[in-house]
């Protein structure tokens, strides 16, 4: 069964950074597109950050600059270095990949971790 764990998240002041980690795990063939996205309490989630397989980034203008997405294929983990952190990037940050499945007649699904809070302080 394949899952996606969040972690790295926790409280920091304002001007400070985090490295958020999001491992996928189970039997996995191969996975493509992993994004970043978050959810501040009464809003909408967001798209933050998404990265292709060969490395391609795209971000929310919100954390251009600021926010850093890779990865490590070889570990099927995403990471997203956030620095210079504002009171407005508290959320819950969660991760989504699409992961094709080791097995026959498996199709390419879209997964969500748990989510792994961060909270800014000013």
């Known amino acids: 069964q394949v899952q996606l764990v969040e972690s790295g998240g926790g409280l920091v002041r304002a001007g400070g950074s985090l490295r958020l980690s999001c491992a996928a795990s189970g039997s996995i063939l191969r996975i493509n597109d992993m994004t970043w996205y978050r959810q501040a309490p009464g809003q909408q989630r967001e798209l933050v950050a998404a990265?292709?397989?060969?490395?391609?980034?795209n971000y929310a203008d919100s954390v251009k600059g600021r926010f850093a997405a890779s990865r490590d294929n070889a570990k099927n983990t995403v990471y997203l270095q956030m620095n210079s952190l504002k009171p407005e990037d508290t959320a819950v940050y969660y991760c989504n990949a699409q992961i094709l499945p080791l097995g026959v007649g498996l199709m390419t699904g879209v997964y969500w971790g748990q989510g792994t809070q961060v909270t800014v302080s000013s």
């Open positions: 990265i292709t397989r060969g490395g391609r980034t």
